[in-house]
């Protein structure tokens, strides 16, 4: 068989591009054996490793800039924009390094999720480009240009590399996308759990239990220091951690480093709640595995107010303000939510085999 070579860019902000870009290699993988991924990105290698079954190669890349995040909470725009003035400046040398790897190795089809310089790849060396994402960077820093008019040169170069990608498959909870040519609206992508719950506790160590088990989400940079009181005052729930900072045993929390071989989407569908920040990665994954999701606020992120009200219509949602979370005031969030009967909608999770069909298409 001959390998078709498929390059996969794949932004390194937050860990959602990265996830629901393997669920992508897999299910291409499963329609056509013949693929191979060359994944460029600065996302971590280790997340690739754990969740792509098909054959891949991994090159760190800096693709993308994203966003510079203060704290789990906040958005530093000063050092956002350096460093995207930074990545403009560096970009004709990645561009010429990306350009000499594809001559080496030519790619039947280029995927980005949702690095701009992915897309002048492809046009370069005339082969298709297909974006898949919920938003693209250009709207999101159009919504510090009000702000920061210096973005604007930043949002202009974002746009005259997607607009030409030969198509966008378009996410739900997705913000406006006015630079792309030809879009097509697909359902969720997500990592759907197959684990049985009383293996997944077994391995995490914790014993049956008539404990509600809360997965506190919140990422392994800064989130686990805050969360130690309201774990202390809340004895009644059991609460679950994933992170690899070094945190107070506690009776009631159990924590889960990155070494323990127990996948993330295995934790919510284990737990009776997911505690977080909105992001299109931990939506979707609550979705897919039908656990509530309660939350809290982000301070400019741009597709918060998108995020809020499409995930309402998604899976059952609940509130709660920053201020009695930071402080650990949880039990009347928690316990008003967890104790009440949830309505589930039928809403499709199966977004990557849609858009492994659809890519399939480009492969000649």
């Not at 992508?24 to 600065?42: C, G, Y």
């Not at 005259?160 to 630079?179: I, R, V």
């Not at 990665?281 to 107010?305: H, K, M």
């Not at 967890?338 to 199966?350: F, L, N, R, S, Y």
Request: hydrophobic letters at 45%.
């Amino acid at each position: 068989m001959t390998r078709k070579n498929i390059f996969y860019y794949v932004s390194g902000h937050g860990f959602g591009h990265a996830t629901r870009s393997c669920v992508v290699m897999n299910a291409l993988h499963a329609i056509d054996p013949t693929v191979f991924f060359h994944i460029r990105s600065n996302a971590p290698r280790w997340l690739f490793a754990k969740n792509v079954v098909a054959p891949f190669e991994y090159c760190f890349v800096e693709v993308d800039v994203g966003v510079v995040q203060r704290t789990i909470f906040n958005i530093d725009k000063m050092r956002t924009l350096r460093n995207c003035e930074e990545s403009i400046e560096r970009a004709p040398k990645v561009l010429k390094q990306e350009l000499k790897f594809a001559q080496a190795n030519p790619p039947a089809l280029i995927i980005s999720d949702i690095a701009p310089m992915a897309f002048d790849v492809a046009n370069k060396i005339g082969v298709p480009s297909v974006a898949i994402a919920n938003f693209s960077w250009d709207w999101i820093y159009e919504g510090y240009l009000a702000e920061m008019k210096a973005f604007k040169g930043i949002i202009d170069s974002s746009r005259e590399s997607y607009a030409k990608a030969d198509l966008l498959l378009k996410l739900p909870l997705c913000g406006e996308f006015p630079a792309f040519r030809k879009t097509k609206s697909i359902p969720f992508i997500a990592r759907k759990s197959t684990a049985d719950k009383a293996e997944v506790f077994d391995t995490l160590g914790i014993p049956k239990t008539k404990q509600k088990v809360i997965l506190l989400a919140f990422g392994g940079v800064d989130g686990a220091g805050f969360m130690i009181d309201g774990i202390e005052r809340n004895p009644q729930f059991l609460f679950v951690i994933p992170t690899d900072q070094a945190i107070p045993r506690l009776a009631n929390a159990v924590k889960v480093p990155e070494v323990v071989h127990v996948r993330f989407q295995d934790l919510v569908k284990s737990c009776d709640l997911v505690v977080s920040k909105p992001g299109y990665g931990i939506v979707s994954e609550c979705v897919a595995n039908q656990t509530p999701f309660l939350y809290t606020s982000r301070d400019d992120f741009v597709e918060y107010d998108v995020m809020v009200k499409g995930m309402k219509k998604c899976l059952p949602t609940a509130f709660i303000p920053r201020m009695y979370l930071v402080m650990g005031d949880w039990d009347v969030h928690l316990e008003g939510f967890i104790d009440a009967k949830q309505e589930w909608k039928d809403v499709a999770t199966d977004g990557g085999e849609v858009a492994a069909n659809v890519l399939k298409k480009y492969l000649k």
